[in-house]
């Protein structure tokens, strides 16, 4: 068994009592939500915080307020709310994908949107990393997957990002500092080390997001195993039509390719002011496929991965169209290409 390193626990009442002693105790301090992501990475030594401040006991992040989403909420109560699955499908099918319904009861959103990033030479135990002298990301000083650059290549892998960032939604993050609200696309930097904007001392507490009555939106995920699984690529997309089915404004966005989800604007221009006919939709995931430049550093080949952006970027779009995708969701399934 793999035991967990000691670490000093504070299970704080309060979002204010919880930021005071995340500035109290500084970098040797981390919060914890349902710690499906922190605790594995603990007992395999790749993060070690000496104090964890639980969120787990703080109401103030569990609530639900129209386009207001407390960032504790666990994946399955989001998945139960009715008016997300209506109003932000994109958003519902990514979070109903993650991992299983055992991690989705104890997993949040917030601990989804701050995952740490993925790596085939990182989510090893400290044995295996030793072996190999370690890498980049923690206690090493390459970069296995691009022995000769100066940068680490692990990979984002929350499937709920890409949906957000399709979607334009924003984050609240609040520290002792205050309280400050950008995009969740400004939350990632294309590091795979240090991912995240978000200050150490910062707690993500809500996500906003804009009424979606114009809006359609949706998430496509690739993975080994489609009853479980990290996605190895994904594609979120949100359009608003007009009354005649024209494009006024399209957000396509890949998942698993990158150390941050990838906002293709050449293929939501690609879109943009025409109706969503195959020609279109055509030269929109050719644009994203031009743009993924998966490497190896997960599951299956860097170049299958690749090949599978424009497939995955059609799917997705003609399912906003209207078209019955359903058996091609179910081929995704069983890797039948
Ligand atoms: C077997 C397995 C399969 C998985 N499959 C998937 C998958 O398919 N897709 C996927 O996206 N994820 C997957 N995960 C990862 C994880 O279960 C989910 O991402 C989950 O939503 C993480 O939420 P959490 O509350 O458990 O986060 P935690 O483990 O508590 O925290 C994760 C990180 O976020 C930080 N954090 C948590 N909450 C906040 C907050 N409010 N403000 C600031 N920082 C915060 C923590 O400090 C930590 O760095 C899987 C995990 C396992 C073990």
């Not at 639980?54 to 989001?78: D, Q």
């Not at 940068?151 to 892998?157: L, P, T």
Request: net charge positive.
């Amino acid at each position: 068994m793999i035991r967990l390193p000691r670490f000093e626990y504070f299970a704080p009442g309060s979002l204010d009592e919880a930021t005071r002693i995340l500035a109290d105790r500084g970098p040797e301090a981390m919060v914890v939500a349902g710690g499906t992501g922190l605790l594995p990475n603990m007992k395999r030594r790749q993060q070690v915080p000496k104090v964890l401040v639980s969120l787990g006991r703080i109401p103030e992040l569990k609530s639900v307020a129209g386009v207001r989403l407390g960032a504790g909420l666990t994946l399955s109560t989001l998945c139960a709310q009715d008016a997300v699955k209506a109003q932000y499908p994109g958003l519902w099918q990514a979070a109903a994908q993650v991992a299983t319904p055992q991690l989705r009861n104890m997993g949040t959103l917030g601990g989804n949107l701050c995952l740490d990033t993925r790596c085939n030479y990182y989510d090893q135990s400290y044995e295996w990393r030793k072996s190999i002298n370690f890498c980049m990301k923690k206690d090493g000083d390459v970069c296995w997957v691009a022995p000769g650059g100066c940068r680490c290549w692990a990979i984002s892998s929350t499937d709920i990002a890409p949906a957000l960032v399709a979607l334009n939604a924003r984050v609240r993050l609040v520290s002792r500092q205050g309280a400050r609200e950008i995009p969740v696309e400004s939350m990632y930097r294309m590091d795979g080390m240090d991912h995240l904007t978000r200050k150490p001392d910062e707690i993500l507490s809500e996500v906003l997001l804009d009424d979606a009555t114009d809006w359609r939106s949706t998430y496509w995920k690739l993975r080994r195993r489609g009853s479980f699984d990290f996605p190895v690529l994904s594609a979120a997309a949100a359009i608003r039509l007009d009354q005649g089915g024209v494009v006024q404004e399209a957000r396509i966005v890949l998942g698993a390719v990158a150390s941050k989800p990838l906002l293709i604007e050449e293929a939501g221009r690609a879109l943009t002011g025409k109706l969503l006919t195959d020609d279109s939709i055509a030269e929109a995931a050719e644009k994203a496929f031009a743009a993924a430049k998966p490497l190896d550093m997960t599951d299956f080949t860097a170049a299958w991965r690749k090949r599978l952006t424009a497939p995955l970027v059609t799917y997705a779009l003609k399912e906003l169209r209207g078209d019955d995708m359903s058996a091609q969701r179910e081929r995704l399934v069983r890797h039948e290409w």
